[in-house]
């Protein structure tokens, strides 16, 4: 009697992409066979609605290869996705090994971005994933365009801030201010905080995007500055005098950067000299980390359950084979289990998603001047702001050879260097000064001449 045959490994994702169902897309339609749909929701990759299209063609980027990351990793390579890339700007620390499994003792050091991929193509066969290690905003922003989904393992407001932007900035809208669903760019996002954590799904024009609630996240905890100088009474105290009073009194002028390793263990070692003067036990580095960088402890369960809704997302905005999450699912398994789905309304006047700025200004402005008016208007209030248009940088702060190229049109009219359509869109890149703090940050501006093409003056702020 022949041996009965091995079962199929894609057996599982089989049941949902070969099979109809009473929740797929409007378009879909099971089967293995190569077919391509060019446009449905989302121009240049569509659905990927059969199971050898969604190995072959799409494409999905990773951001964070931490301990939602490496999960990330693992569960799209063994849904189906080939074509995977992360970024991470991380190296491994000893205390990352009890939850990111990926990573081992002989690891640390390595960049976690390209011992993670190294780890999910050894043991998945016929997955490739491209690591990048550096910052998210090293890349070009063009880098981002050419995924069809972006899934996030992120842990600060700031980075899924900053990759919502560049997210949302693809998106463009026709003369009526209806956003173009040919350049919606799909994000996934999931975050864990200990016991509990969240996914949800971004499709700008459609969902609220990460700036329309950023309401959910709760303030920083903030210390009075009094109890930092003269009463401290924790590990806590003793850190945030370090790195709130300390940093500034001995490198006057030069930024503290959470990121830099000689920056934080300058302030662990001021930190544990403070807490020696006062009596105060309990200052570690990871706890410096923790405090400074606002990092709440993660468990390895808790990214598991999360990673797998994402994943689950992924796969059904890929291949429309069932509706998606709407829009924001949060778990809770501190006591028991409780998870719930709640749909948030998009924020028709966001500044990310929505159509952006619009700025009006005189066929005379300069690049230079315009690009000092953005310090000025309130909606924008940028710093060293890099301008991008069409894809064609104008003007880039750095690095020094782009600069160096660019430099000369600092000194042209604005209404030189744009092809004159009316509305027309810039991307602004540089630092943001919001609520006396300052972030990497991306802004879409739509620039209208006074006069041109029968646009009347408008009195608004940033029009020269």
Not at 56 to 83: M, P, T
């Amino acid at each position: 009697m022949a041996d009965a045959a091995p079962p199929s490994k894609s057996r599982d994702l089989d049941k949902l992409l070969l099979r109809p169902g009473n929740l797929v897309g409007p378009t879909f339609d099971p089967g293995v066979q190569v077919f391509f749909l060019s446009v449905l929701i989302f121009e240049g990759f569509g659905y990927f609605q059969l199971r050898d299209d969604l190995q072959e063609y799409a494409r999905v980027l990773v951001v964070g290869a931490g301990g939602l990351g490496c999960e990330l990793l693992k569960d799209l390579a063994l849904s189906g996705f080939k074509n995977l890339e992360v970024i991470d700007m991380d190296r491994i620390e000893v205390t990352n090994l009890n939850r990111q499994f990926l990573f081992r003792l002989e690891d640390v050091g390595k960049p976690k971005a390209e011992v993670a991929a190294k780890r999910v193509m050894e043991r998945v066969s016929g997955v490739n994933i491209v690591p990048h290690f550096c910052r998210i905003e090293d890349k070009d922003i063009e880098f981002y365009n050419d995924f069809n989904i972006i899934a996030l393992g992120l842990d600060s407001i700031e980075a899924r801030s900053y990759i919502n932007a560049v997210a949302c900035s693809f998106l463009e809208y026709d003369s009526d201010d209806n956003p173009r669903e040919e350049t919606m760019k799909p994000m996934v996002d999931g975050g864990t905080e200990g016991f509990k954590g969240h996914a949800r799904v971004i499709v700008p024009g459609v969902t609220p995007c990460f700036e329309c609630t950023i309401w959910l996240f709760p303030p920083q905890v903030k210390f009075p500055l009094c109890t930092l100088a003269e009463t401290p009474r924790n590990a806590a105290h003793c850190i945030e005098y370090a790195h709130l009073i300390k940093w500034d009194e001995v490198h006057s002028g030069q930024a503290f950067d959470p990121d830099n390793p000689d920056h934080m263990k300058w302030v662990y070692d001021e930190a544990v000299k403070r807490a020696e003067l006062f009596g105060i036990p309990g200052v570690t580095y990871s706890l410096t980390q923790g405090v400074v960088k606002n990092i709440i402890p993660a468990i390895a369960s808790t990214n598991a359950i999360i990673s797998a809704a994402c994943t689950l997302e992924t796969l059904k905005i890929a291949s429309g084979c069932s509706k998606t999450l709407s829009n924001y699912l949060t778990y809770n398994g501190v006591e028991g289990l409780h998870t719930k789905v709640t749909e948030f309304v998009k924020d028709k006047d966001c500044l990310v998603c929505g159509p952006g700025v619009l700025i009006e200004l005189d066929t005379t402005v300069t690049l230079k001047k315009f690009i000092d008016m953005l310090e000025e208007d309130p909606r924008v209030l940028m710093t060293k702001a890099s301008i991008t248009y069409h894809g064609k940088n104008l003007y880039m702060q750095a690095p020094p050879v782009l600069e160096e190229m660019t430099r000369s049109n600092l000194e042209l009219p604005l209404y030189d260097l744009m092809d004159k359509i009316p509305k027309d869109v810039l991307h602004a890149t540089g630092t943001i000064n919001k609520d006396d703090k300052k972030s990497s940050g991306l802004r879409k501006l739509r620039v209208v001449f006074k006069g041109i093409d029968g646009v009347a003056d408008m009195d608004m702020a940033g029009g020269a």
